[in-house]
């Protein structure tokens, strides 16, 4: 099964409607967490010297794609070495005025 990692630089609760939006896409597109996609989570809680050990850590997991939230878990999804730098995402959502 391919693992997606998901590298954000805030706590879980900071960006848990990133996650949901993010999981909606990948559902709208066939892939549906648990059954045919892994998604490994990883949060520095606001601690960015640990991005680069976390993006290492998801890419010792298996995900051969990053995903990161943030311009510092982005920066540091650019970095790895063994990540072709077309595999790393940054993900961008951008609320609408008037949405909630």
């Keep these: 099964m391919p693992v997606i990692g998901f590298l954000s630089g805030g706590s879980q609760g900071s960006v848990a409607h990133l996650v949901a939006e993010f999981a909606q896409g990948l559902k709208e597109s066939g892939y549906v967490e648990g059954q045919n996609v892994t998604i490994e989570y990883r949060y520095a809680n606001g601690q960015y010297d640990r991005l680069p050990t ?42 609408q005025p008037g949405s909630s």
């Design 54 to 95: 976390l993006a290492t850590e998801l890419l010792g997991r298996g995900a051969g794609v990053l995903v990161s939230s943030g311009p510092q878990a982005a920066l540091a999804a650019r970095r790895q070495p063994r990540l072709c730098l077309s595999c790393s995402l940054s993900l961008l959502i951008r609320s």
